[in-house]
């Protein structure tokens, strides 16, 4: 059994999605079966990313705990997963995350059992693409991951839905297709699938090495908010009201990071690695434009998606600078990055459902009334953009040194556009919580349920624990 | 005798099906139930017999069953199976018994064993016709006595002339060397391949397959079989057709393609690209779900053709792969169809879908599964086949991937 701890980190989500679409479809169903396996599949699923912590060596960098399974014997193909500590720490904040999710996601589901079983199929299949240490695998779960988004937008979708989905589902299956071919060369060149710690080591002919690097990069880039890849998930940021549907949007930028993270840069060839400075620029390039859009944009959610670009983008640069000493910083950074999101996404998710049900033009002053939600946003606002109690803070500091030590005007860039969508979230703080803005009709505003409160809470305790020791969990 | 009918269980049992739906339809026992369950027993019988006596033929000279027929069939059989029962509540809902379409349907099971299992050219060009006219019969099914007309006509008359290429094809062959056992067409091909006139004439056989099969530049029919058809024999094109007929096909090829592999090879692979074009920008350009799935399938078997050009055994298995997971995500996104019904009317316009997840969950997820399978993203069975294909492509000919 202890063999199959990774793979059943994989199946448990998936057998849970199967629970929750197949359950009996009665109007307590989310209260009584879909909520409970959800919270239940999560729980079981970190209890299990702790006990693979206190398994592996977490002084070591490599995966460790490697299972191989048996798949295609005509090809033939193997899978191969495996876990190292940035996973495992990518996984615990996706599922600690998703957890959050789950205790308001009675809140959320309206009456269908889509969402749950959504998330559920991309928890599990996320948790793959984390585990996966071979090509093959590491490609299937990589384009499947974005079927249950694309089931989603199709769902809860509003406005140019259909030009939404059409430019989501090109982008990312192009960006599949190539990462498809790239991968099959890869496995031609050496007759057999390969694990992707070796992909690097393998002699293609210059211009076909060049193929499939391009390949493999674009591919990645087309899960990115990078320029020209963008507009899909700026589109589905200002139109998806969900939340549990913004933050699995907002995660798929991190499975075009991690693919980076995993080639870049030990992995890649030499000769692609001299243009590192080609995609800094476009990144720069990219932050700066959202960083400034953020100000001029009405909309906090809107805001919220221009600091998770900006910061995915920090650590795509961070990535590609050339050193290999700043992997697990970026790791720590994300962790905490991750649920600073879902807690943001969730508090901002309650209080546009107050403006809704009261029918509120504005959201100012709207804070002064609901004094839980103020705490919550006050505090993950500042943890977000820098306040020094969780991981974020010297991580970053130490991401971004490392840049200004590469290049200083790339980290003055850097710094800018990390202030401009700091200003931003700030700006729109200001305004929820401005007294002379509060309408009279806020004495009926519901502050964020007490439950709620206390789970965001708890995250906040999780994360300062983290500030002095990242791995405190591990014993 | 006792043997012979012995190892043609499978043929005798549909053609006691035919009549026995005859019988049901003379006797005015008209109902659709009554009819399903008949032609569901022949075929059930049909299909036993083809399993136990797997490699039994009726005729060896003319028939050669083996594992290759076996598997076709099998398959072929399970999915008219399939048919039989999801298109009763189709005929139910339109207070029509259907007696027409399952004689039809046993028939064409019945002509599609011969057809796969046929080792002579007489017998194939034969079975060929049959098919034909089956088919044309198949499009004429229309309630409506205005809709298929002009598709039928259409289609007998493109067919027709086609055929007439395998006709004079054989009648040419048949007067070289008075026998057309595939046997004895290889060592024929191999003493006169330099002859363009057996290469002309083998030219005639493969073009008739391409045009039943409707791979582009003769796609002419692609739009008109399943587009404008009632729903099960839409279904029946869709689904059955191209499997016993791509059966067929991979069959001759296997004979003719060692001899004319430098030319066949570049006409594969401009039809399939073709095929692929075509199919990719003939689907996005309609809204009748019937007509994307039409050009949908133009475009698969332009991938089936482009794998065929490679002419090796490991692409021909991928060809099969392909095909089989193809033709399970197209039966899936079919089966949805028959649950796509509003105020007795069976919609078929994408429009329809808007608001099915709300209404119809499990069917959308059906449909969505069966998509997602089409479009090749793992992990579902369509996957299979995409890796195949590019894994193949890519070790021959690298410009293909990109379709």
Known sequence: MSEMLLLLVVLIPLIGAIFTATAKHTQNY??????????????????????????????????????????????????????????????????????????????????????????????????????ASDIISFYIFFAAVSIPLIVLISNYGKQYKKNILVRFSLY?????????????????????????????????????EYFVWMSLFIAFMSRMPIWPFHYWISSINSTLRNPIVFIIGNLIPLVGLYGFMRFWPNTVAESIAIYAPLFDVIC??????????????????????????????????????????????????????????????????????EQKRLDLYSLKGILCRMPRASICLSLFILAGIGLPVTPLFWNNFIIISEIFNYNLTLGILVILAMFLVGLALLEELYLLKDKSSAPHILS???????????????????????????????? | MQQLLINSLPEIALIIGVLHLLFLYITANESTRNYVSAARFWLLISLLGSIIFYDKSLYPGYFQNNAYTFLWITIIDILTY????????????????????????????????????????????????????????????????????????LYIKVLMMVFLLLGISYAYIYSWMGNTSYGALKEFIEINQSNPLVFATFTGVIVFFLCFLGIAPFHILAEEKTGKSILPVAHYFAIVMPLALWGVFIKINLIIFPFYA????????????????????????????????????????????????????????????????YILGLNGAYLTFYSLKSHGEYMSSVTALSGLAKTRPYTMGVLLISLFSLMGLPPLAGFLGQIGFIHEMLNTTPACVWC
């Open chain 1, 30 to 131: 989310a209260t009584n079966n879909v909520y409970n396996v959800v919270v239940w599949v999560l729980l079981a699923n970190i209890s299990l990313i702790l006990y693979i912590f206190s398994l592996i060596d977490t002084s070591k960098t490599g995966i460790q705990l490697v299972e191989k399974y048996n798949w295609l014997e005509i090809l033939p193909i193997d899978f191969l997963l495996g876990a190292d500590v940035f996973s495992l720490l990518l996984l615990l904040g996706i599922n600690l995350s998703f957890l959050i999710a789950g205790f308001s996601l009675k809140k959320y589901t309206d009456d269908s059992k889509l969402l749950p079983t959504s998330e559920l199929l991309f928890i599990g299949l996320l948790n793959g693409y984390m585990l």
């Open chain 1, 172 to 208: 990312n299956l192009i960006g599949a297709l190539l990462l498809l071919c790239a991968i099959i060369i890869m496995y031609n060149s050496k007759s057999g699938n390969i694990p992707l710690n070796t992909a690097g080591n393998l002699h293609l002919r210059k211009t076909v």
């Open chain 1, 444 to 475: 009926e505003t519901k502050d964020l349920p007490e439950t709620e409160f206390f789970v965001y809470v708890g995250c906040l305790i999780i994360l300062f624990f983290s500030f002095f020791k990242p791995l405190w969990f591990v014993f």
């Open chain 2, 82 to 153: 399939v048919l039989l029962e999801v298109s009763a509540s189709w005929f139910l809902s339109q207070s029509k018994t259907g007696c027409r379409y399952y004689m039809l349907l046993l028939l064409a099971t019945l002509n599609i064993n011969i057809w796969l299992t046929a080792t002579d050219l007489l017998v194939l060009g034969l079975s060929g016709l049959l098919m034909i006219i089956i088919n044309y019969y198949f499009l004429k099914i229309d309630y409506d006595k205005q809709q298929t007309q002009s598709s039928s006509l």
């Open chain 1, 284 to 353: 720069i390039f990219t932050m700066l434009f959202i960083a400034l859009v953020s100000l001029s944009h009405k909309e906090f959610r809107y805001k919220i998606f221009a600091y998770t670009t900006v910061y995915y983008l920090i650590y795509l640069i961070g990535v590609l600078l050339p050193t290999s000493g700043l992997k697990m910083n970026i790791g720590y950074s994300l962790f905490s990055y991750v649920i600073i999101i879902t807690v943001l996404s969730f508090t901002l998710s309650h209080i546009e459902k």
């Open chain 2, 262 to 325: 430098p030319i066949i090879t570049k006409s594969y692979l401009i039809f399939g690209l073709l095929s692929v074009i075509f199919g990719a920008i003939g689907a996005n350009a309609r809204i009748n779900l019937h007509r994307i799935y039409a050009y949908s399938s133009l475009y698969h078997f332009g991938i089936i053709l482009l794998l065929l050009s490679l002419g090796n055994m490991s692409a021909i298995f991928i060809a099969y792969l392909y095909l089989l997971t």
